[in-house]
């Protein structure tokens, strides 16, 4: 007798709604499982997407990042050292120690007037950009010659222009080269300054300076470049006074780096910027002497500039509902949970573990449909397809269409409002926290009557 009222006992709180939660529980859990499987499955495609990007950029040029121009002059500093010999007199030694004295420029304008166009390699695409690179103003380098010690000498003869760039690829051609009227004739190569902030990265151009009147007035450059790029532009204030001007074709700029741009334009179909940067404002120096230790590192912190962006970012908002998944997956469950309570009948396990699975079938959609078509659109297709299926499936576990149709409304509403999630970053946390504290709230209410000992409870 006892043996049979232990099993009654257990039978009947396998019967009752604690069981019943503590099992949709377990299956939250164990449904975790695959939805990590495709967050490391989008993960895995955006890395692949990335590889695809950069095997694109290798043909066409790179993220295009601009430093100068500066002048570059040779110099030597003689160190005299004596010695005192063990007869009383002295042996003198002389060593010549190389150095460059890099000169920056007293005013600086820079203007990049860019078309733009998407390039594909199957079903991944890149920004390109390509256009007229202009560069203009003037050096005054009496002032960094007057600082030299008595022990520094120039090779003023050595004097050189330089353009740093993030690749030599880049370059298409020199449509202009004057310094102070003189043609200049450019050669590949930076002269190992790394001004762009890539170590050992040698690309960009240089040019010997006719003359050396610049070392005792003022002279000015002029320097047009036909240059493409993609995905982003960063320009670097190497000015005393920096003026910038960006124009291009894009839609949807995104301005980075450490300056904003001062003024800016965005339209349906192209996008301006303006930016004025002071010497003030940046750590770069007016001049320095380079050494073997090469240029000084925290000059590339002072870039800025336009990145192409796409306005869909496809693996990041499939990386963001991934994130979101957790709360989505516990709403059929609990629709079919509460359908239990108020038809007064019983659902088993496994239509809850294929509900959720189907649930997450639609991350699995919207990523693969995402790669194809507008993510919109996937959005679309992917939850009504999701949508359709849980409706008919719940058909066959409850007793009229009456009470599969609330299975419908719960998931599109969800839907509805996991959309608004995805879409709203800014606002993703608060949408997503209220719509939670919604839902705990109503299952509550519903809920409040319920006896959770057993299936004799009221609603």
Not at 169 to 182: Q, S
Not at 262 to 273: H, L, Q, R, V, Y
Not at 355 to 365: A, V
Request: contains cysteine.
């Amino acid at each position: 007798m006892a043996s049979e009222s232990s099993v009654a006992k257990v039978k009947k709180f396998t019967q009752g709604y604690t069981f019943k939660v503590v099992m949709l529980g377990v299956l939250v859990l164990l449904l975790l499982i695959p939805l990590n499987m495709i967050r490391e499955l989008v993960r895995e495609r955006s890395r692949t997407a990335q590889a695809a990007e950069k095997d694109i950029m290798e043909a066409w040029g790179a993220e295009l990042s601009e430093g100068g121009p500066v002048v570059r002059i040779p110099g030597v500093r003689t160190v005299e050292t004596r010695t005192k010999t063990e007869s009383g007199g002295e042996t003198v030694s002389i060593t010549e120690y190389p150095f460059t004295l890099v000169v920056t420029p007293e005013t600086l304008t820079v203007k990049a007037d860019f078309k733009t166009e998407v390039r594909k390699r199957g079903i991944f695409s890149v920004p390109f950009f390509y256009g007229e690179l202009t560069l203009s103003g003037d050096f005054d380098p009496s002032k960094a010659i007057s600082r030299l010690a008595p022990n520094e000498t120039l090779h003023l003869e050595g004097a050189e222009l330089v353009v740093s760039l993030s690749s030599q690829k880049g370059i298409r051609k020199i449509n202009t080269a004057l310094w102070n009227g003189d043609d200049l004739f450019f050669q590949p190569g930076s002269r190992d300054l790394a001004l762009t902030g890539e170590k050992n990265n040698t690309a960009g151009i240089y040019a010997a300076i006719p003359g050396l009147g610049f070392t005792t007035s003022p002279s000015a450059f002029d320097i047009s470049i036909s240059i493409q790029g993609g995905k982003s532009l960063r320009v670097l204030p190497i000015g005393k006074d920096t003026h910038v001007e960006v124009a291009s074709d894009w839609a949807s700029p995104s301005f980075q780096g450490a300056f904003l741009p001062a003024a800016s334009t965005i339209s349906d179909t192209d996008f301006s910027a303006v930016w004025d940067v002071s010497y003030l404002s940046r750590t770069i120096p007016l001049f320095w002497q380079q050494f073997a230790d090469g240029t000084p590192s925290d000059i590339a912190a002072s870039a800025f500039g336009v990145d192409f962006y796409r306005q869909i970012d496809t693996y990041s908002l499939n990386i963001r509902a991934v994130k979101y998944a957790i709360i989505f997956l516990v709403i059929p469950f609990l629709t079919l949970f509460l359908l239990e309570i108020f038809i007064k009948t019983r659902i088993h396990p496994v239509p809850y573990l294929l509900s959720g699975l189907g649930n997450i079938i639609f991350y699995l959609l919207l990523l693969s449909l995402s790669e194809q078509i507008p993510f919109f659109a996937a959005y679309l297709i992917a939850a009504v397809a999701v949508t359709a299926m849980l409706t008919l499936y719940a058909r066959t576990l409850v007793t009229s269409w009456r009470h599969s149709f609330s299975v419908c409304f719960t998931v599109t509403v969800s839907y509805v409002l996991f959309y608004a999630v995805l879409n709203a970053e800014s606002y993703a946390l608060l949408i997503g926290s209220i719509g939670a504290f919604v839902i705990v709230a109503l299952v509550m209410f519903l809920t409040r009557n319920l006896s959770w000992y057993g299936d004799e409870g009221t609603i």
